[in-house]
């Protein structure tokens, strides 16, 4: 009996000295753990800087002195071999956009949040104060559209590595007259090993 513990204990010592401890990480941080996938550390370094050159563009200034322009969210397509929600890219930029203090942006529209709409069906309940009840004719139409998409390109090396480019391009484009405002892209770059899968 001794003998078949032992032998069971000395089996599943080295699996045992393999497993890696579960620990935190800095999620930012673009020098450890580094993946050939797009990262947090991606997603946040380009929406930071591209909300940073489009808060400074002096065409995104509203005309009033304390006037601040509302911005829909529109499609942001994902044109990569990854499953990634792009509100990773444009949440960040919402938040930022919205601290400048330059800017808002609504969700009354495409379903972002129903409540706006919705909430204005109350005005047949008898359970609610009417004079409480939001009316027709005060939602905002925004001024400008934010649009663009996330692309990858791979491409193999002479070396059998594989060399991995990601997009980020956004438009804001002015809903009056249809014309872009401001345009920003930043590139990604990667080189992983040629059996390694971004995806």
Known sequence: MFKKSLVVALAL????????????????????????????????????????????????????????????????????????????????????MLNSGKFLVTTAFNGEDSSTREMRKLKDSKMVNQASVKGDGQVYAPDFSLSGKIMQRNASLDSGDTRIEYYFQLSMTNIENGLAYWEGERVVGKVADGDSVSW
Do not use: W
């Open 13 to 96: 010592l080295p699996l045992t000295a393999c497993q890696t401890t579960t620990s935190y990480i800095d999620a930012q941080d673009k020098a450890t753990n580094v993946v050939a996938a797009l990262s947090y550390a991606d997603f946040k370094e380009a929406a930071d800087s591209m909300a940073t050159e489009l808060i400074a563009s002096p065409l995104m200034v509203h005309p009033e002195p304390r006037g601040r322009y509302i911005i829909h969210i529109s499609d942001v397509t994902n044109d990569t071999m990854q499953r990634i929600d792009t509100d990773q890219l444009v949440k960040s930029m919402r938040v930022k």
